[in-house]
C-alpha cells in the first residue's frame, strides 16, 4: 500500500522543494496551503502522515492538530515551525503531534523523518497490526464530567482511551483548577485493566511534611516516636490499582527523589524498613502548576520530571472550549434538578447567553456550583438569569471599542480604515491588547503574513514571533 503524506505550508516555495524531494524517495505527497484545504483533503483521503506548518493563513497548525487526530484512519503529524518554542513544542505534543521540528532544521532532517515515519507504518502493516482506533466517546458516556465536542476536549478522551489500554504507563495531567483532572484519572482507571482494584487519590498539598513519607510508602513498628505498628502507605493499599498523586507540583523535594527511585526500580521500603517491596500501581500525576517552569526555578526535579512525561494528557480550561460549557450546564441542569424533583426545560436564551458570556476562571468545578445554585433558585421549570450569580451576569457587560489606525495605512489587497479592537476595562492585560490586535490585522490582511505586518508598522519576521508568542 502507498505511503501518502499531505503538506501544509502556504510558503508555496518550501513546500514545492519538500514535495519534490519526497517523491524522490518514493512518498506519494500532496500540499494544501490552509486549514480548510487541508482538512477537506485529509476528509476525503486517508493519508499516512500530515507535514504541518504552525501559522497558516486561517488558523494555526496547534488548532488543526485535534481534527486531524479524530480522523479514521488517523494520520500521524509532524509538526513544523519557523521559530520553534518549548512551550509550542509541549502544546504541539500534548495534541496529538508525532514530532516538533524547525524549519531552520535542514530539509534533508525533515524528509528523513518522515521516512522514518514510513518505516514504522510499513512495519505495522505487515505485522497485519492496524493503529488502535481509541474509543474517546466512552469516557465521556461513563464519565459526563469530560462532555464536549470541542476539539481539545475530544482529542482529551481520545489520548484518555489510548492510555487505559496501556495499564502500565506513567500519565501526567495537567490543566488549570476545575478542569477535570480527578475525573480523567478515574477515568482512565476504570477504562483500564484494573478497574476491579483500588483507585486512591493522594493530595500533595495536604501531605504534612513531616509525614509525606509514611503516608506514601507507610512505615514499621518502632520507625519513629508514635509508630507503635506496621502501617500500609498509599502506595502498598494501592496494590495493582491506580495511585493519583494531585497536585504533584507542591510535593516535597526530598519526596520527588524518593519518588523518582520508585517509578524506576519499581520497588519501595517502608519508612524504617530494609525489605523491598515491590511497586505494582500504575502512577497517574496531576498538577494545575507549569512543572516545567518549576524545573526552570529548580523547585521541581528535571528527571522526575521527565519521568512522568511519558503520556501528557491536557485538560483545556472551560473559557477555550465553546460552547460545551452548554454541553455541561444543560447536563448539571438535569442532575441537579432530578435531584430536587424540578423537572427542568432546556436553558432559556438569555441564560445561555450569560454563561457564554462569562469566562469561569473555577472551569468546570465552578460551573456546575453555578447551575447547582440555579436550579435551587428556580421559581418553576427553567432557569432564569436571576438565578444566576453577578459574577456571570456581569460577564455581558459591552467592551469598549478601541480604533488604532494603523502605521500603513494603505496595502495592497488589505481593507482600508483603522483596526479596531475591543478593550475590557480592568480585564485585559498589555498582552491581551497585542493579540486582538494582532487578530484584527491577520483578518484585515486575509491572512497574508505580509500584509498583516505592514498594516502594523512591524517586520513579517516580528509578526510571526508575535504571532507564536500568543498561539493564534
Do not use: W
Not at 505498628?229 to 504533584?248: F, H, M, N, S, W
Not at 468545578?365 to 436550579?375: F, G, H, Q, S, Y
Request: hydrophobic fraction near 45%.
Amino acid at each position: 500500500m502507498e505511503f501518502r503524506a499531505l503538506i501544509v505550508d502556504d510558503e508555496e516555495t518550501y513546500a514545492r522543494s519538500l514535495k519534490r524531494l519526497l517523491v524522490r524517495r518514493g512518498v506519494h505527497a500532496d500540499h494544501a496551503a490552509t486549514s480548510a484545504d487541508a482538512l477537506a483533503r485529509a476528509r476525503k483521503r486517508a493519508y499516512d502522515l500530515v507535514v504541518l506548518d504552525y501559522l497558516l493563513p486561517d488558523g494555526t497548525g496547534l488548532d488543526l492538530i485535534p481534527p486531524l487526530c479524530a480522523l479514521r484512519p488517523r494520520p500521524e503529524v509532524l509538526m513544523m515551525t519557523a521559530f520553534g518554542t518549548i512551550e509550542n513544542a509541549v502544546e504541539a505534543m500534548r495534541r496529538g503531534a508525532t514530532d516538533y521540528l524547525t524549519k531552520s532544521t535542514a530539509i534533508e532532517r525533515i524528509v528523513d523523518r518522515v521516512l522514518d515515519v514510513r518505516r514504522v507504518t510499513e512495519a505495522r502493516r505487515e505485522r497485519g497490526a492496524a493503529r488502535p482506533e481509541p474509543e474517546g466517546d466512552l469516557a465521556a458516556t461513563r464519565f459526563p464530567g469530560l462532555l464536549g465536542d470541542s476539539p481539545a476536549m475530544q482529542l482529551a478522551r481520545t489520548r484518555i482511551a489510548e492510555v487505559a489500554r496501556a495499564p502500565e504507563t506513567t500519565v501526567l495531567l495537567t490543566g488549570e483548577s476545575g478542569t477535570g483532572k480527578g475525573v480523567a484519572a478515574r477515568a482512565i482507571h476504570a477504562l483500564s485493566a484494573r478497574s476491579a482494584q483500588p483507585f486512591i487519590a493522594v493530595d500533595c498539598v495536604a501531605l504534612p511534611p513531616t509525614l509525606a513519607e509514611s503516608e506514601l510508602f507507610g512505615h514499621e513498628k518502632g520507625a519513629f516516636t508514635g509508630a507503635d505498628k506496621i502501617k500500609a502507605g498509599k502506595l502498598e493499599a494501592c496494590g495493582r490499582g491506580t495511585l493519583l498523586l494531585d497536585e504533584i507540583g507542591d510535593m516535597e523535594p526530598a519526596l520527588q527523589g524518593k519518588l523518582l527511585r520508585v517509578l524506576e526500580e519499581r520497588t519501595f521500603e517502608r519508612v524504617g524498613g530494609v525489605k523491598s517491596l515491590p511497586m505494582s500501581a500504575r502512577v497517574i500525576a496531576a498538577s494545575h502548576r507549569d512543572l516545567g517552569q518549576l524545573v526552570a526555578e529548580k523547585r521541581f526535579r528535571l528527571d522526575l520530571y521527565h519521568r512522568l512525561m511519558v503520556f501528557p494528557i491536557a485538560l483545556p480550561p472551560l473559557r477555550e472550549r465553546g460552547d460545551d460549557v452548554l454541553v455541561l450546564a444543560e447536563h448539571f441542569a438535569a442532575e441537579f434538578g432530578a435531584r430536587l424533583g424540578k423537572r427542568l426545560g432546556t436553558l432559556p436564551a438569555p441564560v445561555r447567553d450569560a454563561l457564554r458570556a462569562y469566562d469561569f476562571p473555577g472551569n468546570v468545578r465552578e460551573l456546575k456550583n453555578v447551575i447547582e445554585r440555579a436550579v435551587i433558585l428556580a421559581p418553576g421549570r427553567e432557569l432564569t438569569v436571576e438565578t444566576l450569580p453577578e459574577r456571570v451576569l456581569a460577564g455581558r457587560a459591552a467592551a469598549v471599542d478601541v480604533a488604532l489606525p494603523p502605521v500603513a495605512s494603505r496595502v495592497e489587497g488589505a481593507a482600508p480604515g483603522p483596526l479596531h479592537i475591543a478593550f475590557r476595562p480592568g480585564t485585559d492585560t498589555l498582552d491581551a491588547l497585542e493579540r486582538k490586535l494582532l487578530e484584527e490585522a491577520l483578518r484585515m490582511a486575509g491572512g497574508k503574513k505580509a500584509r498583516a505586518a505592514a498594516l502594523l508598522g512591524i517586520s513579517r519576521f516580528s509578526l510571526m514571533r508575535r504571532v507564536e508568542k500568543h498561539r493564534l
